[in-house]
C-alpha cells in the first residue's frame, strides 16, 4: 500500500466517523464487558485505541485508572470530553493514528480498544504500535466484530456496494476470527483468552433501525450519499439491510454479537 492510498483511506475514515456518537451510547454497556474482561486496576494507566466518544476511557477512569484516548476523528473527541465532564472523571484525550500512537515506550499497563484499532488498514502496524506502548507484561484486551454475527455481515454488504478499499487493507471482521487474532498475537504476546457478549440496541421497528444506522453509521451514511441520484438503489439497499437483520431482530432489540480477546504481554 502506497502512502498515499494509505492518508486518503485514513483521511476517509476520520470524516466518516464523525457522525457516530448517537450509535456510541449503545456500546456503553459494552464497555463495561470489556473493562471488567481486561481486569482493569485502580492506578493502572491504560490507554483505549479509537476511543470514539471515551465510553471505555470513561469507564477505566472510573473504576480508578490513569486513562488516556485516542481517536482520529476530532468530532467524536469533542463527545468525549462532554462524556468526561459529564462523569466527573479525569482523562487525557489526543487526536492520533493506531498505526502511529504517540506515546513512549512502555507507558501503559493496559491498552484497550472497543471496535477501535480494527479499523487500521494495517493490522500488523497497529498490533505492534500497541505492544509497543505496553509496560512488560502488560497486558491488551478489545472488543470486535465476528464476520458470521449482524455487524460482521453488514460490513460485508456495504462493501459489495462501495468503492474498494487499497490494496493489502485488511477487512475490519477478521478481528473477529478466533484462529486470526491467536496468530496475529502470537509473536508478542502469550496465548490469548476470549469471551463473547451481545451488544443490544432498541428499535421500534426494522425501519427505525435503519434510519438509526444510515444517519450515524459512516459507512453507511457515505454509500447513501454516494448514491443520492438513485433512489431504487438506495430502497434495495435498505430491502437488503432490512432482510440481514430481521433475524437478529426480537422483542425490539436488534442483537449483535461480539467477541472480546484478552493477553499479556510477552
Not at 21 to 29: D, E, G, I, K, W
Not at 89 to 106: F, H, K, M, N, R
Not at 181 to 208: C, Q, W, Y
Request: charged share 20%; proline share 9%.
Amino acid at each position: 500500500m502506497d502512502q498515499e492510498s494509505l492518508a486518503g483511506f485514513k483521511q476517509r475514515h476520520r470524516e466518516m466517523w464523525a457522525s457516530f456518537a448517537p450509535t456510541a451510547t449503545f456500546t456503553t454497556p459494552v464497555a463495561g464487558h470489556l473493562v471488567h474482561f481486561a481486569g482493569v486496576r485502580a492506578g493502572d494507566a491504560v490507554l483505549d485505541v479509537g476511543c470514539g466518544t471515551g465510553v471505555v476511557a470513561i469507564t477505566a477512569a472510573r473504576a480508578g485508572a490513569r486513562a488516556a484516548g485516542l481517536d482520529l476523528t476530532p468530532e467524536l473527541l469533542e463527545h468525549a470530553r462532554a462524556n468526561q465532564a459529564i462523569a466527573g472523571c479525569e482523562v487525557d484525550w489526543t487526536e492520533g493514528d493506531a498505526e502511529a500512537l504517540p506515546y513512549p515506550d512502555s507507558t501503559f499497563d493496559v491498552v484497550l480498544s472497543q471496535f477501535g484499532h480494527i479499523f487500521a488498514p494495517r493490522p500488523d502496524v497497529a498490533l505492534a504500535e500497541m505492544r509497543r506502548v505496553l509496560k512488560p507484561g502488560g497486558r491488551i484486551a478489545f472488543a470486535s466484530w465476528p464476520p458470521e454475527h449482524f455487524v460482521g455481515r453488514f460490513f460485508a454488504m456495504v462493501a459489495r456496494y462501495s468503492p474498494p478499499p487499497p490494496e493489502g487493507a485488511a477487512p475490519p471482521p477478521l478481528w473477529g476470527v478466533v484462529p486470526v487474532v491467536t496468530e496475529r498475537l502470537s509473536h508478542a504476546f502469550h496465548p490469548p483468552f476470549f469471551d463473547r457478549g451481545v451488544m443490544k440496541i432498541p428499535a421500534l421497528s426494522l425501519n427505525h433501525f435503519w434510519e438509526t444506522m444510515a444517519a450515524s453509521v459512516g459507512p453507511l451514511q457515505k454509500l447513501i450519499e454516494r448514491l443520492a441520484n438513485e433512489p431504487a438503489q438506495v430502497d434495495a439497499i435498505r430491502q437488503e439491510f432490512i432482510d440481514l437483520a430481521s433475524p437478529y431482530y426480537a422483542e425490539n432489540v436488534v442483537h449483535q454479537g461480539y467477541l472480546l480477546t484478552r493477553a499479556h504481554a510477552r
